[in-house]
């Protein structure tokens, strides 16, 4: 069964954040929005950015609104979209731009760039390139939870183009199977690259799928943090208590091409002149304004803070060294502690 | 006296390091309830439990990606290809995640994916696979392919306690026809390191696998013909023992490099590199190649047996080799 949240205000959610959470996830849609932009916009159009860029613009309430739900000891696998995450996580967007420019200090000492990046002492799993290839991952790390008897959980984030490929069936329906505490939530965002939804797949919702795999299959607005918030909350607690997988499909739209490079041309103009007015940032801020939990002068403030701590990565991260050129070689194989 | 079979060999190995570290788990298609399509993990569920032997669906890639994700937590998993042709269908979780995890980000993936390779039991193109040249060109992963029961033992221990992705190619016909007495106690046989199987003054012939079997063939029919002919079963492959294969080359001076995989972009074009780069002027005869034709290998008896490099090829080639 596919429930449906409505996107009305009026929609009753079995969670609602307290003002202090609201803030903060403002807070970190914010810098997220904030620091893709600085990157897109300048460090990647300045050259100060070499290799690809592929931000999120649009999507951040997903990453924002899920990950916030997660424990310390829980792992999670992001997609190329899902900034949140690790700021979430606690990475700081000083390492962040570090590992934009390539340099020693970002999260992969230089040997992969952009959203290509992990740590397990964040429990931060990296992305490959390949889509869907973290599907089995994050099943294999809930397998681990289970297998040692561990009440944490893995989440795992794709695309909806993702969802084509053979490794997203393999991993959700093994899953399934053994009832695996993981949760995958899809940023449905209307295209994959330039592919849109009607050349992906002959569905409507991706979430329709989980009824293929016996488990619960959601379609929530992705571009409300609050639908986002409840349908992470109740997603990653079913896992939690052993009620196994399921699938959250966020709607959502890519307010960007697919790359720094690519000037979405074949996405009509109207679709983002839609999408603009759904926006999740400023679609939170004018309900939160409304409701009084925030003045402007505080939003004011909270847009300079985003601003500050931008410029203080940038700053930091252009300090950074370069890895060495002897370093090529290194960390192929295990070279002891 | 108690002999141990190759494929007990790998069974004891898996099983006494599961005994040992409770964090190894096995994890395939058919290993648990029918112990294996070859029965390499019978009786592992009873001992063990269905935590720790894992049923799979037919689903390569999330067997290997599931492996992945459990070793990137803590976890020692053993991966089973029912065949080890299947394993083209977990490629991309093996080249892309496992092998590349640890130099982008510092993140180890001690998995270890084992399957029965290789030919001479009429299996047909897609159940008598030598797979290994696919992930030769692949930084971060480790292939072993053991040739004998100690070696079998040794070395699949060795790959489960390595902090490295490692590719563990058992042979199939070897399986129950290899057997030897086994130390009681624990040994390993380290990756890396080739193993001189008969030592000789006049040509070298650097195998591994079942190849290893007819290159002593070989070597016994030549020393008949007064021709003496060192072994060096590599045992590894991924990475190579290249002072071993240039120890023996600057020995005898005349080499053969023979293999199960197909021919061209095999692993012996590389062997045969390493000897022309660092040991040309030892030499006083071209490196020749022994390995199957260019071909999927065919099922009917024929067939396969023109397909598989037979003793009396490499007594032909050996001859012409050593009258230069």
């Given at each position: 069964m596919v429930e449906r949240n409505t996107m009305t205000k009026n929609a009753r959610y079995v969670h609602v954040p307290d003002d202090e959470t609201k803030i903060r996830m403002l807070h970190f849609m914010k810098l997220v929005r904030e620091i893709e932009d600085r990157i897109e916009k300048k460090l990647y159009r300045q050259g100060r950015i070499v290799g690809g860029v592929y931000v999120g613009r649009g999507q951040e309430a997903i990453s924002v609104g899920t990950a916030i739900h997660m424990e310390k000891d829980d792992v999670v696998a992001p997609?190329?979209?899902?900034?949140g995450v690790f700021l979430m996580r606690g990475v700081t967007p000083r390492r962040i731009i570090a590992q934009y420019m390539g340099r020693r200090t970002g999260l992969t000492r230089g040997r992969d760039g952009n959203m290509h990046m992990g740590d397990m002492n964040y429990n931060v799993i990296a992305f490959v390139s390949h889509l869907g290839d973290n599907v089995p991952v994050a099943a294999g790390v809930a397998l681990a939870f289970k297998q040692r008897g561990q009440k944490q959980v893995a989440l795992c984030y794709n695309g909806?183009?993702?969802?084509?490929?053979g490794d997203w069936h393999e991993g959700i329906n093994f899953a399934s199977i053994h009832k695996l505490p993981v949760t995958f939530f899809i940023n449905n965002n209307a295209y994959a690259y330039s592919t849109p939804i009607e050349l992906q797949m002959a569905v409507k919702d991706v979430a329709v799928r989980a009824a293929g795999y016996g488990i619960p299959g959601e379609v929530v607005d992705g571009n409300d943090i609050l639908a986002v918030y409840d349908s992470g909350k109740r997603a990653i607690d079913l896992a939690r208590s052993g009620g196994g997988p399921s699938i959250v499909e966020y709607k959502t739209f890519r307010m960007t091409g697919h790359s720094a490079h690519d000037d979405a041309g074949y996405v009509p103009p109207e679709l983002f002149d839609e999408w603009k007015r759904k926006d999740p940032i400023t679609r939170f801020e004018k309900a939160l304004l409304e409701e009084g939990a925030l003045t402007q002068a505080r939003l004011d403030e909270m847009q300079r803070e985003c601003a500050l701590i931008v410029d203080d990565a940038v700053e930091w991260a252009e300090q950074q060294p370069y890895p060495a050129a002897e370093e090529v070689t290194k960390d192929v194989y295990y070279e002891g502690t | 006296m108690a002999v141990t079979t190759y494929i007990d060999a790998i069974r004891e190995g898996i099983w006494e390091e599961m005994e040992k570290d409770e964090s190894v788990f096995i994890l395939g298609e058919d290993v648990g309830i029918y112990g294996g399509a070859f029965k390499v993990t019978k009786g592992m569920l009873d001992k063990f439990g269905p935590m720790r032997v894992i049923d799979t669906p037919i689903s390569e890639s999330a067997i290997v990606g599931a492996a992945i994700g459990a070793a990137l937590v803590g976890m020692r998993p053993v991966a089973e290809m029912?065949?080890?042709?299947?394993?083209s269908c977990a490629f991309d979780q093996i080249v892309n995640f496992a092998a590349k995890c640890r130099y982008r980000w510092g993140a180890g993936v001690p998995i270890v994916v084992r399957g029965p390779s290789g030919g001479?039991?009429?299996?047909g193109p897609f159940h008598?696979?030598?797979?290994?040249a696919y992930f030769f060109n692949v930084p971060g992963l480790k292939i072993v392919c053991p040739s004998t029961a100690y070696d079998a033992k040794g070395l699949i221990k060795a790959a489960i306690r390595d902090p490295d992705p490692v590719l563990y190619f058992e042979h199939k016909y070897l399986y129950r026809r290899i057997k030897e007495d086994l130390p009681a106690e624990d040994f390993v046989v380290p990756i890396g390191k080739a193993i001189l199987r008969r030592e000789g003054e006049d040509l070298s012939i650097i195998t591994y696998g079942a190849m290893v079997y007819k290159a002593l063939e070989a070597a016994e029919a030549l020393a008949q013909m007064g021709i003496d002919v060192e072994v060096l079963d590599l045992r590894s492959i991924l990475p190579l023992d290249e002072e071993a294969i240039l120890t023996t080359a600057k020995k005898t001076s005349k080499v053969i490099v023979l293999h199960e995989a197909t021919l061209t972009g095999g692993p012996g074009g590389e062997v045969v590199a390493r000897i022309a780069e660092k040991a040309f002027e030892y030499l006083d005869g071209p490196i020749v190649r022994i390995a199957p034709p260019d071909t999927p290998v065919p099922y009917s008896p024929p067939l396969e047996e023109a397909f598989l490099p037979q003793t009396k090829d490499i007594v032909e080639k050996a001859k012409k080799l050593a009258a230069y």
């Amino acid at each position: 069964m596919v429930e449906r949240n409505t996107m009305t205000k009026n929609a009753r959610y079995v969670h609602v954040p307290d003002d202090e959470t609201k803030i903060r996830m403002l807070h970190f849609m914010k810098l997220v929005r904030e620091i893709e932009d600085r990157i897109e916009k300048k460090l990647y159009r300045q050259g100060r950015i070499v290799g690809g860029v592929y931000v999120g613009r649009g999507q951040e309430a997903i990453s924002v609104g899920t990950a916030i739900h997660m424990e310390k000891d829980d792992v999670v696998a992001p997609s190329h979209r899902d900034m949140g995450v690790f700021l979430m996580r606690g990475v700081t967007p000083r390492r962040i731009i570090a590992q934009y420019m390539g340099r020693r200090t970002g999260l992969t000492r230089g040997r992969d760039g952009n959203m290509h990046m992990g740590d397990m002492n964040y429990n931060v799993i990296a992305f490959v390139s390949h889509l869907g290839d973290n599907v089995p991952v994050a099943a294999g790390v809930a397998l681990a939870f289970k297998q040692r008897g561990q009440k944490q959980v893995a989440l795992c984030y794709n695309g909806e183009g993702a969802t084509s490929r053979g490794d997203w069936h393999e991993g959700i329906n093994f899953a399934s199977i053994h009832k695996l505490p993981v949760t995958f939530f899809i940023n449905n965002n209307a295209y994959a690259y330039s592919t849109p939804i009607e050349l992906q797949m002959a569905v409507k919702d991706v979430a329709v799928r989980a009824a293929g795999y016996g488990i619960p299959g959601e379609v929530v607005d992705g571009n409300d943090i609050l639908a986002v918030y409840d349908s992470g909350k109740r997603a990653i607690d079913l896992a939690r208590s052993g009620g196994g997988p399921s699938i959250v499909e966020y709607k959502t739209f890519r307010m960007t091409g697919h790359s720094a490079h690519d000037d979405a041309g074949y996405v009509p103009p109207e679709l983002f002149d839609e999408w603009k007015r759904k926006d999740p940032i400023t679609r939170f801020e004018k309900a939160l304004l409304e409701e009084g939990a925030l003045t402007q002068a505080r939003l004011d403030e909270m847009q300079r803070e985003c601003a500050l701590i931008v410029d203080d990565a940038v700053e930091w991260a252009e300090q950074q060294p370069y890895p060495a050129a002897e370093e090529v070689t290194k960390d192929v194989y295990y070279e002891g502690t | 006296m108690a002999v141990t079979t190759y494929i007990d060999a790998i069974r004891e190995g898996i099983w006494e390091e599961m005994e040992k570290d409770e964090s190894v788990f096995i994890l395939g298609e058919d290993v648990g309830i029918y112990g294996g399509a070859f029965k390499v993990t019978k009786g592992m569920l009873d001992k063990f439990g269905p935590m720790r032997v894992i049923d799979t669906p037919i689903s390569e890639s999330a067997i290997v990606g599931a492996a992945i994700g459990a070793a990137l937590v803590g976890m020692r998993p053993v991966a089973e290809m029912q065949f080890i042709d299947f394993i083209s269908c977990a490629f991309d979780q093996i080249v892309n995640f496992a092998a590349k995890c640890r130099y982008r980000w510092g993140a180890g993936v001690p998995i270890v994916v084992r399957g029965p390779s290789g030919g001479g039991v009429h299996g047909g193109p897609f159940h008598s696979q030598n797979p290994e040249a696919y992930f030769f060109n692949v930084p971060g992963l480790k292939i072993v392919c053991p040739s004998t029961a100690y070696d079998a033992k040794g070395l699949i221990k060795a790959a489960i306690r390595d902090p490295d992705p490692v590719l563990y190619f058992e042979h199939k016909y070897l399986y129950r026809r290899i057997k030897e007495d086994l130390p009681a106690e624990d040994f390993v046989v380290p990756i890396g390191k080739a193993i001189l199987r008969r030592e000789g003054e006049d040509l070298s012939i650097i195998t591994y696998g079942a190849m290893v079997y007819k290159a002593l063939e070989a070597a016994e029919a030549l020393a008949q013909m007064g021709i003496d002919v060192e072994v060096l079963d590599l045992r590894s492959i991924l990475p190579l023992d290249e002072e071993a294969i240039l120890t023996t080359a600057k020995k005898t001076s005349k080499v053969i490099v023979l293999h199960e995989a197909t021919l061209t972009g095999g692993p012996g074009g590389e062997v045969v590199a390493r000897i022309a780069e660092k040991a040309f002027e030892y030499l006083d005869g071209p490196i020749v190649r022994i390995a199957p034709p260019d071909t999927p290998v065919p099922y009917s008896p024929p067939l396969e047996e023109a397909f598989l490099p037979q003793t009396k090829d490499i007594v032909e080639k050996a001859k012409k080799l050593a009258a230069y």
